[in-house]
């Protein structure tokens, strides 16, 4: 009896150790097949996962609440893998939840999902990206109700929340680029104005500090490897903020 459950054991093994062994050279030949571009776009999409930012929100001196920004894995969607990141912010009687998912080749919005609690609503929102043909399509839904909205653009559209993200992948950081920012509902030209030294809660940062025209947005980047956004300030009239880095995390 204790022979017959060795060999079974044996068998066992052998079995499990084969199936390991061919999982492996598959894997091994599906990445061999891809190109070398391939192959630093994958290592690119995953490069950031694990990574989150937590900042405080603020309206002039007086703290709001909180946003956070967290780097998920990546996902495949329609035949393609992209990035996923979610952002989340939390006010008084206020939540918003976006995740959002982005070409990490062109680091364009493909896809964003929105859920937005305010005291008793709940508005579900989602945003789909045609970026060959510059339209975004936007869908609320609260309660029973259903809105569609379509913006068409001259270009290629941004998101908001994609814009920090965007610029401290930029290959360059400087005082002779300029970045365009073409939001569904906006647009902005944003450029380097100083590199400066900048305190906020998660520490003191030298950081690239860039300025949007017309004089909308302003955007501190820290200027070593890591290129955290460390503050974001928004000038709108109607409502501006100040979200500025409380915690880092790179996840790894």
């Not at 994609?162 to 400087?174: M, T, V, W, Y």
Request: glycine share 4%.
């Amino acid at each position: 009896m204790f022979k017959f459950r060795t060999l079974l054991l044996v068998i066992v093994l052998v079995f499990t150790l084969s199936f390991i062994k061919d999982r492996a050279c598959k894997i091994s030949g599906q990445l061999n097949s891809f190109s070398e571009e391939e192959k630093n776009l994958l290592a690119e999409i995953e490069k950031g996962v694990g990574e989150k930012m937590t900042y405080d929100v603020r309206l002039g001196s007086i703290s709001l609440g909180r946003s956070t920004f967290s780097h998920m894995p990546s996902v495949e969607l329609n035949g393609k893998r992209l990035i996923v990141m979610v952002f989340e912010t939390s006010l008084a009687q206020f939540k918003d939840i976006e995740t959002i998912y982005t070409d990490p080749q062109t680091f364009l919005p493909v896809k964003v999902e929105r859920e937005v609690l305010n005291w008793f609503t709940r508005e579900k929102i989602t945003e789909d990206y045609n970026q060959r043909d510059f339209t975004v399509t936007i869908n609320k839904k609260r309660g029973s109700k259903t809105e569609t909205l379509v913006i068409k653009k001259d270009s290629p559209i941004q998101n908001a929340i994609l814009l920090p993200q965007g610029i401290r992948r930029s290959a360059k950081l400087d005082a002779n680029e300029t970045m365009v920012a073409n939001l569904p509902t906006s647009r902005y030209e944003i450029k380097l104005a100083s590199v400066e030294e900048i305190k906020v809660p998660a520490g003191t940062f030298k950081a690239y500090h860039f300025k949007s025209t017309p004089s909308q947005i302003e955007i501190w980047i820290s200027a070593d490897e890591r290129k955290i956004p460390v503050k974001i300030q928004s000038n709108n009239i109607a409502f501006g903020y100040i979200m500025v880095l409380k915690e880092y995390n790179s996840g790894h």
